[in-house]
């Protein structure tokens, strides 16, 4: 009895380890999925598709307002984007604040950030199976989902797989 008590504490921390662990990008480009498409208007009102991203790298970050964890992101995702935009990097920040525009326009304002920035809907964020935040994407050069990383991943990692991306034909 014994033993198995410790089979299962041992094997439910082992399942909670690997949870924890973020998706790294899929080895296998056959296996990756097509993002979903969107369509919806940035906070300058130019209509943003993810189709017309097409040839690029994308990093689409669902975030809030709120979310701690995405203010700590936000940062490293302005700096990849001024560092790697020459280089087919594309950046959509995706927020998914309940008052939408009411809170995102200050925080825009008082964080200035370069690259482009929507809201979503409760629609978009069950096609991309965001239930908390930050939820951030890596999109590879055909449109298809190389890596999803739920929460907040060192920065580091986050610039390896941007690398490793760009670097793909």
């Known amino acids: 009895m014994f033993r198995m008590f410790v089979g299962?504490?041992?094997?439910?921390?082992?399942?909670l380890g690997?949870?924890?662990v973020p998706t790294n990008l899929r080895a296998a480009v056959g296996?990756?999925?097509?993002?979903?498409?969107?369509?919806?208007?940035?906070?300058?009102?130019?209509?943003?598709?993810?189709?017309d991203f097409r040839?690029?790298?994308?990093?689409?970050?669902f975030w809030a307002t709120w979310c701690h964890g995405c203010k700590t992101e936000i940062p490293w995702f302005m700096e990849f984007?001024?560092?790697?935009?020459?280089?087919g990097l594309a950046v959509i920040g995706v927020s998914m604040d309940d008052d939408g525009w009411?809170?995102?326009?200050p925080f825009l304002a008082e964080w200035k950030i370069p690259y482009a920035i929507v809201v979503g809907n409760?629609?978009?964020g069950k096609l991309y199976s965001v239930e908390n935040m930050p939820v951030t994407l890596l999109i590879d050069r055909e449109g298809r989902i190389a890596a999803t990383h739920a929460g907040?991943?060192?920065?580091?990692?986050?610039e390896k797989e941007i690398n490793d991306l760009l670097q793909e034909k």
């Open 122 to 124: 409760q629609e978009l």
């Open 8 to 15: 299962l504490v041992i094997g439910g921390t082992l399942l």
């Open 102 to 105: 009411k809170s995102v326009k």
């Open 31 to 51: 296996g990756r999925k097509a993002a979903p498409n969107f369509s919806l208007d940035d906070s300058r009102g130019k209509v943003i598709n993810l189709s």
């Open 81 to 87: 984007h001024k560092k790697y935009e020459s280089n």
């Open 152 to 158: 907040v991943v060192e920065k580091v990692s986050f």
């Open 55 to 61: 040839g690029k790298v994308v990093l689409l970050d």
């Open 18 to 20: 690997a949870a924890a």
